[in-house]
């Protein structure tokens, strides 16, 4: 399956834990997206990161969420100290160039739940 | 601030006629449009795209039509089958960005 792969596709937290998802892009992409889905409503950009490096962060909120894109692995969207607010659906999307009129390809998603 | 807005939450149509799916946004500087269709559960698929540079892009059943000076643009499916029922967005980017601006949504019902 040469596609966005995340994982897990569904992570149950308790209010107070930490959340990890994670995305490996497609094949020959290095630039990755996060976007987050609420319930009812479209995607919202969250991160945009190539290679160890962080370009675009201006959808994340401004504490208790971080990413990364480590030059060996997955890039990994991190939850620290989860809210009942944090749930939603996460998806993961890559593109072989960060500009250019590429398409974005998308991961199936992480559904968070906050119990 | 919705910059890209999906006015009709749903639709139905008749297996074998056509569907149009409309998105309107109001960012002057977006110059490169995208439709994605979704089922429950699963990502976003890409199905269609459009520079600014062009109107129209066609795909075998699928047909974006891009207005500039309305801002609009347009998804038109046909003929519509029943697998064509799922949610369809509607996204923007810009020159100055990467991330894509998405619609709410337009959930399309084809029936028989």
């Known amino acids: 399956n040469a596609g966005v792969m995340q994982n897990p596709r569904h992570l149950v937290r308790r209010r107070g834990q930490e959340a990890r998802l994670r995305c490996s892009p497609m094949k020959g992409h290095s630039h990755v997206y996060w976007y987050r889905q609420l319930p009812e409503e479209g995607l919202k950009f969250m991160v945009y990161l190539q290679k160890e490096n962080i370009i675009d962060e201006s959808g994340m909120p401004k504490e208790r969420f971080s990413a990364e894109f480590p030059k060996e692995g997955p890039s990994i969207l991190r939850i620290q100290q989860v809210v009942r607010g944090d749930s939603a659906a996460y998806f993961c999307a890559s593109s072989p160039q960060g500009r250019g009129n590429q398409p974005q390809h998308f991961g199936d998603g992480t559904r968070l739940s906050i119990l | 601030d919705q910059q890209v807005k999906q006015n009709s939450p749903s639709l139905s149509v008749q297996e074998g006629r056509i569907s149009i799916l409309n998105c309107d946004y109001t960012n002057s500087m977006f110059d490169y449009f995208l439709w994605y269709k979704k089922y429950p559960a699963e990502g976003p698929t890409f199905l269609i795209s459009?520079?600014?540079?062009?109107d129209k892009n066609e795909d075998g059943r699928f047909t974006v039509f891009l207005n500039k000076s309305a801002k609009h643009l347009s998804l038109h499916i046909v003929p519509s089958q029943p697998g064509d029922s799922a949610v369809y967005f509607c996204a923007a980017s810009d020159r100055s960005a990467d991330k894509l601006i998405f619609g709410t949504g337009t959930r399309l019902q084809v029936f028989p």
């Open positions: 459009i520079s600014s540079i062009k």
